[in-house]
Nanobody
Framework: QVQLVESGGELVQAGGSLRLTCVAS????????MRWYRQAPGERRELVAA???????NYVDSVKGRFTISRDNAKNTVYLQMNSLKPEDTAVYYC????????????????WGQGTQVTVSS
């Protein structure tokens, strides 16, 4: 069974840094786009950053210049480096990715991780 497992979330002071890690496991042929979302209490889930298999990235405006998404295709892993953290970055952060399970089948499977809590204190 294909799954994504996030780690790295914790309590940090404003201005601090964290690196989130998301590792894909299971049987699949390839991973296309990988993304980080976040959801604060009472808020809608928000796309924070995305990266294609070729390394092209995009970010929500509120994190540009502070967060960096990257991936290691050999390790089936995506990272989110978060610098200059602010209290408004507090949320559960979710990893999401598009999987192709077989080389003979082009269907895309959208998989989510369980989330990791990031809390930024002021």
């Amino acid at each position: 069974q294909v799954q994504l497992v996030e780690s790295g979330g914790e309590l940090v002071q404003a201005g601090g840094s964290l690196r989130l890690t998301c590792v894909a496991s299971g049987n699949f042929f390839m991973i296309n786009d990988m993304r980080w979302y976040r959801q604060a209490p009472g808020e809608r889930r928000e796309l924070v950053a995305a990266i294609t298999s070729g390394g092209n990235t995009n970010y929500v405006d509120s994190v540009k210049g502070r967060f960096t998404i990257s991936r290691d295709n050999a390790k089936n892993t995506v990272y989110l480096q978060m610098n200059s953290l602010k209290p408004e970055d507090t949320a559960v952060y979710y990893c999401n990715a598009d999987f192709v399970y077989h080389d003979y089948d082009s269907r895309i499977y959208d998989i989510w991780g369980q989330g990791t809590q990031v809390t930024v204190s002021s």
